[in-house]
């Protein structure tokens, strides 16, 4: 078993890492009006796939949920918010989506009137939940439409993706190592609290460690104070861990270990469950600054 568990671990690195550098590639020329659009296709992809591993949760349930509405639904919401962005004529937009959304949930149950409340409310916590958090991570990359495509958004998905992934990271690796004390055992019996603890401070000294390297290179295009980099770290590292149990508790509820079989990953849920809670939150501090 323990060796079954290396090779998992080594393959989901290995995939991690392509992934990540194929990722890291198109950010680093993400101003690139081409790579801009290759980016969008990108997200709306995973979202459509994270879209459609959530309704086969709420399918293990024995419900009925529109799969290709609400991946129809998810793309385009991904497609407003990046319109939005190059076309600052049209902010509301991505809400537009979202209210025209609900509208098609509620005629496509016209004809099925049994259940009709249970498959909308989760067809519409399925868009809230998936679709808006990943459609918002093109908001943190440009995050001065007005001001066209920026640089600076670069370094604020850095941010983002460091800050958070390291929270994961810590908290799993020192749970495995030093944890004792269960943290939600009846979500995930492997975290601690210990490596909670971990991955808390873990998100702080990263955030603070960004800042820091900001300041060093005399980056004035990156703001973020040192009182800043304080609680929007503090802010990630609890909000990354929250994000992560709240997949479990769907996935434990639907009685499902991975949200989806793709080799090396698991499932696109498991890969952006923690990102899904912070991102919103980088995405208003930079709308709010």
């Not at 939600?184 to 971990?198: D, H, N, Y």
């Amino acid at each position: 078993m323990t060796i079954k568990r290396m090779a998992d671990l080594s393959s989901r690195l290995m995939t991690s890492i392509s992934l990540g550098l194929c990722v890291a590639t198109l950010i680093v020329f993400s101003p690139l009006p081409f790579v801009s659009l290759l980016l969008m296709f990108f997200v709306a992809g995973i979202s459509a796939i994270g879209i459609w591993e959530y309704a086969q949760l709420a399918i293990a349930k024995k419900r009925h949920p529109a799969k290709r509405l609400m991946i129809a639904i998810a793309i385009l919401e991904v497609i407003a918010l990046y319109i939005s962005l190059v076309f600052v004529d049209l902010p509301q937009l991505p809400i537009l989506v979202v209210a025209l959304g609900v509208i098609a949930f509620s005629i496509h149950r016209f004809k099925r009137v049994t259940g009709a409340l249970n498959e909308i409310a989760i067809e519409f916590f399925g868009i809230i939940y998936v679709a808006v958090p990943l459609s918002l991570i093109l908001g943190v990359l440009y995050p001065n439409p007005h001001q066209g495509f920026p640089q600076e958004g670069r370094w604020w998905l850095l941010y983002l993706i460091v800050v958070t992934k390291i929270t994961d990271v810590g908290a799993y690796f020192v749970g495995r190592l030093w944890g004792k004390n269960k943290l939600c055992p009846s979500l995930s019996p492997q975290k601690t609290v210990e490596g909670a603890i971990a991955g808390f401070i873990g998100a702080v000294c990263a955030s603070i460690a960004i800042h820091k390297l900001a300041v060093y290179m005399q980056a004035e295009w990156f703001h973020l104070s040192f009182s800043e980099a304080v609680w929007l770290g503090m802010l990630i590292g609890i909000l990354g861990q929250v994000g992560d149990l709240a997949e479990s508790l769907l996935k434990r509820d639907a009685v499902v270990k991975d949200s989806n079989a793709l080799p090396g990953l698991g499932g696109v849920l498991d890969m952006v469950d923690s990102l899904l809670f912070t991102t919103p939150i980088v995405y208003f501090f930079l709308r709010m600054h």
